[in-house]
């Protein structure tokens, strides 16, 4: 299983950013894809997932600025992430759950700030 994020980088207040994961190695269509972050010195924690179903979960704290989706022909799944605040700044990570373990990708930084 491989999960590789990409899309981060430097943006202000209010701006937005679109986080990609490109993923190999299990049957991509049927699994649960998620997003995770993980701020500095702080513990990694839930943003959002999207199901093989297609429906969606959210973390309180990105209700109604973030999106997630999948392309499954594309093996993609993205987090599209609007009005973006300070306290978005982390690295963000990719999950999936394949054969009873857990896997992340590498992890993209966001950084918010002016």
């Known amino acids: 299983v491989q999960l590789q994020a990409s899309g981060g980088g430097l943006v202000q207040p209010g701006g937005s950013l679109r986080l990609s994961c490109a993923a190999a190695?299990?049957?991509?269509?049927?699994?649960?894809l998620g997003w995770y972050r993980q701020a500095p010195g702080k513990q990694r924690d839930f943003v959002a997932n999207?199901?093989?179903?297609?429906?969606?979960n959210y973390a309180d704290s990105v209700k109604g600025r973030f999106t997630v989706a999948r392309d499954n022909v594309k093996r993609t799944m993205s987090l599209q992430m609007n009005n973006l605040k300070p306290e978005d700044t982390a690295v963000y990570y990719c999950?999936?759950?394949?054969?009873?373990?857990?896997?992340w990708g590498q992890g993209t930084l966001v950084t918010v700030s002016s």
């Open positions: 999207i199901t093989s179903g297609r429906s969606t």
């Open positions: 190695g299990f049957n991509f269509r049927l699994n649960t």
């Open positions: 999950q999936t759950e394949y054969r009873y373990r857990i896997y």
